[in-house]
């Protein structure tokens, strides 16, 4: 492994550790999931607290429900063959299934089976967190090798008042103003789609507790999908205190995987975020920009009216724009260290921009002279005036215009490109910074 690869092994390594949880919106396997996380940051000196939700909570519109355990879950034949059991996959079970105890014959056991009829091989995940029934997952293949005779339908789980779990990190920088990043980790074995935005957050987490010089204080968000964001919106005043304090938001979803850089937008595509993560994806050789009518992560919930926040997504491939997704397909075979190394890189790219953004203006008047300072070749070759153009039109826009994302969209080259030659030329004392 090079060391360009390392932390995409890291995260690759933490993502396959949680990919066994048996997680819902409540439970066990969420609190076993936030362990994990405070084990990985822990080195950082960062703490990660936890909060519990006690079930029938009023969380705006919606209740916390109540939380749901599971202790087994199968099929068997009438010669005693488990057909499923989630021993084998916590996909066989429908998510928050109500207990059961039963032999029925074929006919009536088909009506609590769930398969995908466009996917013959695969597990659906499939869920029903808030209306009462008990079911189980198969592949079609499977279901439709089935005998008729009687089969043993068994569940062992419980409903019970408990609680909803949110977790959050703080790390402190020289401004009370806020980046967040929020990531969910509330279904059971699925590798891109659950696991892979906790292990970015948590290896960001890490990178950016040991960085030098803070700008801007760093807030990182783990909640169950949906209910969880709305939750923490509602407790302790969080929606006023990130409306004055949040420069910018990114929800970390599907992550992992070697396929398209993508972004949902915020709900008018006008925010710092968008200019940010435009910017950083516009210079990926395969990217995909999806407007806020394509949502479907806990960006509805941040940029849902009267919340407002200045939040957009981002993903490798786009949930539900890939097969594999919300099937036992979405495995550690579909996620690889590159596609998490691609991820980190690319919120790194959006970090860096925003710690050294700022608006530049040249010190002396006309063009400096740039070769007594070792800025300008002596030597003419192909390739070499291509980056001297680059250097003059920064110096031409660096007029108390345009900051980083001004430049890069008029030059036509990646911000960090131009953070290189602006740190030379602030080296040299030409250039200084000014007031936003």
């Given at each position: ?148 005779g009687r089969y043993h339908m068994y569940i062992d789980s419980e409903l019970f008042d408990g609680v909803l779990n949110y ?270």
């Amino acid at each position: 492994m090079s060391m360009e690869n390392e932390a995409g092994k890291r995260m690759y390594e933490f993502a396959s550790k949680i990919f066994p949880y048996n997680r819902s919106i409540t439970g066990e396997g969420v609190r076993q999931t936030l362990s994990d996380i405070a084990d990985y940051i822990s080195s950082s000196g960062t703490k990660l607290n936890i909060t519990d939700v006690p079930s029938g909570t009023q969380v705006f519109d919606w209740t916390v429900p109540r939380e749901w355990k599971i202790r087994e879950a199968y099929i068997e034949d009438e010669n005693g063959n488990h057909i499923i059991d989630m021993k084998d996959s916590n996909l066989h079970v429908l998510g928050y299934s109500t207990p059961v105890d039963e032999w029925v014959a074929l006919d009536e056991l088909k009506k609590h089976i769930y398969v995908e009829n466009d996917q013959p091989d695969v597990i659906p995940y499939v869920t029903s967190y808030y209306k009462e029934r008990y079911g189980f997952c198969m592949s079609k293949n499977m279901l439709d090798s089935l005998k008729d005779g009687r089969y043993h339908m068994y569940i062992d789980s419980e409903l019970f008042d408990g609680v909803l779990n949110y977790a959050e990190a703080v790390i402190p920088g020289d401004s009370d103003e806020e980046i967040m990043f929020s990531t969910y980790f509330c279904h059971p074995s699925m590798a891109d789609n659950e696991c892979s935005g906790p292990a970015l957050a948590a290896e960001l987490i890490n990178t950016i507790a040991a960085m030098d010089h803070r700008r801007y204080t760093y807030r990182y968000v783990f909640v169950p999908e949906t209910i969880g964001s709305i939750t923490y919106l509602s407790q302790e005043d969080h929606v006023n205190y990130l409306q004055k304090h949040l420069k910018a938001g990114f929800v970390l979803s599907c992550v992992g995987d070697d396929n398209d850089y993508s972004m949902i937008q915020s709900r008018y595509a006008d925010t710092y975020a968008d200019r940010l993560l435009i910017n950083v994806l516009r210079y990926k050789e395969k990217h995909t920009i999806y407007g806020f009518n394509q949502r479907g992560s806990d960006e509805r919930q941040y940029n849902a009216p009267g919340v407002d926040l200045p939040v957009v997504c981002f993903c490798r491939s786009k949930f539900g724009e890939f097969p594999e997704y919300h099937t036992s397909a979405d495995n550690m075979n579909f996620v690889s260290e590159e596609g998490f190394q691609g991820a980190y890189d690319a919120m790194m790219e959006v970090v860096n921009i925003l710690e050294k953004n700022a608006r530049y203006r040249m010190k002396v008047l006309c063009e400096p002279q740039l070769g007594k300072r070792g800025l300008y070749s002596d030597i003419s070759r192909k390739g070499i005036y291509d980056t001297i153009l680059v250097q003059r039109d920064v110096i031409s826009y660096c007029d108390g215009r345009n900051d980083l994302l001004d430049l890069s969209e008029r030059i036509g080259v990646p911000v960090s490109d131009i953070i290189d030659i602006i740190d030379r030329l602030k080296d040299n004392d030409l250039l200084e910074e000014t007031e936003e």
